[in-house]
């Protein structure tokens, strides 16, 4: 099978410019919009343990469950089930990162710890099953299981670990935004002017959006003695949800060639 036909037959999107910027408005989403039900509506935010966290990630859970069932369905790309998956991903990946920092009392650090060995353990699995982990591949059942899964564990881990920087370590949301947002620079800097392997620069900028979504997302509705602006969860969730609806009809979406082809992967 030729590229081109490899490409057709991905159910991930052309990843261009516009790609990433659906996907940290995606990310940004996620956050806001679990802080809307987890701790706007049930309060989890005033009481770690009032069940608040574990019954947002209840219900975020079983979007996401639905949301993959339906992309796999999918015989062919539709860019609209696509980024309601990424959004479902990381709306769950919110509340459980959360649940496990607060309510299970693990912390940022050790949280950030464990999704990490997670989500290498899910990229070693896919590779050691299909041979890469190229998105390039992503056009069968089997491996949208990984992809999605990895996707989870990775959206999971970045709201722990934007959080731990904003928080733990006391850089406050913007500072913790600002460094994320240079290190996604600086990947793209290497993209261009190096050899590094695509699929590699390719899973580590998708990682690093999410850590810079989640502080977006906590710099618009945190108050403001917290460094936040104090916009209410529901109202910011609504607007980064029409603009990102607004993005994914402008700017083509189509599935196509991505970092690193599948040959490629097959030889590092």
Request: aromatic share 12%; hydrophobic share 50%; net charge negative.
């Amino acid at each position: 099978m030729n590229e081109a036909a490899k490409a057709t037959l991905s159910k991930v999107p052309e990843v261009t410019l516009g790609f990433w910027i659906i996907k940290i408005l995606a990310t940004t989403i996620g956050e806001t919009g679990g802080d809307a039900v987890t701790m706007s509506l049930l309060h989890a935010d005033k009481n770690a343990h009032n069940g608040g966290y574990l019954i947002g990630t209840g219900i975020f859970m079983g979007v996401f469950i639905a949301a993959v069932i339906a992309q796999i369905a999918m015989k062919k790309f539709h860019p609209f089930v696509y980024w309601l998956t990424i959004v479902a991903t990381t709306t769950v990946g919110t509340t459980m990162a959360d649940f496990a920092d607060r309510s299970l009392g693990i912390g940022y650090a050790g949280g950030s710890a464990i999704l990490l060995a997670l989500l290498l353990t899910s990229l070693f699995v896919w590779r050691w099953s299909e041979g890469t982990v190229s998105v390039n591949t992503v056009a069968t059942p089997r491996v949208e299981a990984f992809y999605w899964t990895t996707i989870l564990f990775s959206q999971t881990l970045g709201t722990a670990l934007g959080d731990w920087m904003a928080d733990t370590n006391g850089l406050g949301f913007e500072n913790a935004a600002l460094v994320f947002g240079a290190g996604l620079l600086a990947l793209a800097a290497i993209y261009y002017f190096t050899s590094v392997s695509r699929v590699f620069l390719f899973w580590a900028a998708f990682i690093l959006t999410r850590p810079l979504g989640a502080t977006l997302g906590d710099l618009f509705d945190k108050p403001i003695d917290h460094g936040g602006f104090d916009f209410s969860r529901t109202t910011a969730t609504t607007i980064l949800l029409a603009v990102m609806v607004l993005l994914i009809l402008v700017i083509p979406q189509r599935p196509g060639v991505h970092p690193g082809a599948p040959a490629e992967a097959l030889a590092e």
